[in-house]
């Protein structure tokens, strides 16, 4: 069984403390910081999706030295969302962390835990047979919670939250669906959809009513998710290594026209193109 160090636990326990009482300062009504006195959940909301986000992107560059800073920064705002509930009497960040631990042992019938993570010593049955997989087990246990606290059966896309990145969402709300036999039999039948839902904006297009165009460009974005999906791709995922790879080709193009002491504002399209191509070609050929 893996344990931390009596000394880990024990500085980890600490930098905890020391960072919780960081944020009760900072909110202090006489002497806390002015910015910091006027947040409400909904203004601190969009941080943690941004600092979400560049943990993402150290991860993805493997910068280890910037990681735990990234990290620092998304924890600092369950801290910060934790005070201001604390502030209102709603809980507090202990109420967070035994919630999400007793969540974490509920969702994991087939470990075993010790009494430093059960807060009461309990007689746990032997590990179930994960006939499914630990994967759907999970998922069977998380339906299992929503229907307990709903009160009853819940719908197949329930829990699926709309503040989700649009992609993210759509995925999910396709393996959904797919769960309850809402699906196509293959991948060749959702990649047929695409290519139906592309016809159908051109139609719409040619028409030129936005709104219209506006739909079914999203039932195209959908149907590609759905193919990701299908596939065992993150939309998200292609879709930054796309934006990584525009990036990279467009400072290229800019590189070799600043080489030359050109602006990128006065060539025409043709000039871009073959630059473009030039950029790609490299690329693709690898380092020389």
């Known amino acids: 069984m893996t344990d931390f160090s009596s000394s880990g636990m024990a500085e980890a326990e600490q930098q905890l403390s020391r960072l919780l009482a960081l944020m009760a300062r900072l909110r202090d009504p006489e002497e806390g910081c002015p910015w910091d006195k006027e947040q409400t959940f909904e203004t601190i909301a969009p941080y943690a999706i941004e600092e979400a986000y560049e943990v993402m992107d150290a991860i993805q560059k493997q910068d280890w030295r910037a990681f735990p800073d990234e990290l620092g920064d998304l924890l600092l705002q369950v801290v910060y969302q934790a005070q201001l509930a604390r502030e209102q009497g709603l809980f507090d960040f202990a109420t967070v962390a035994r919630m999400v631990t007793e969540k974490m042992i509920r969702r994991h019938p087939h470990v075993t835990f010790g009494p430093d993570v059960l807060s009461v010593p309990v007689q746990q049955a032997a590990p179930p047979v994960v006939e499914a997989g630990v994967p759907a087990q999970w998922e069977q246990l998380k339906e299992r919670e929503r229907r307990a606290a709903g009160g009853g059966v819940q719908g197949a896309l329930a829990g699926v939250p709309p503040a989700l990145p649009a992609l993210l969402r759509a995925s999910k709300l396709a393996s959904r ?68 790879k525009f990036t990279r080709r467009f400072e290229g193009v800019e590189a070799r026209l600043t080489d030359k002491g050109l602006s990128m504002a006065e060539q025409d399209v043709q000039t871009l193109d073959a630059l473009w191509r030039e950029v790609k070609q490299q690329e693709q050929a690898g380092p020389a």
């Open 177 to 244: 669906a797919a769960r309850v036999g809402f699906d196509w039999p293959d991948e060749r039948g959702v990649l047929d959809k695409v290519r139906e839902e592309v016809e159908e904006f051109a139609v719409e297009m040619a028409g030129g009513d936005h709104a219209r165009m506006q739909d079914e460009l999203g039932d195209i974005l959908f149907s590609v998710a759905s193919l990701a999906r299908r596939l065992k791709l993150d939309p998200e995922a292609c879709l930054r290594q796309a934006c990584d």
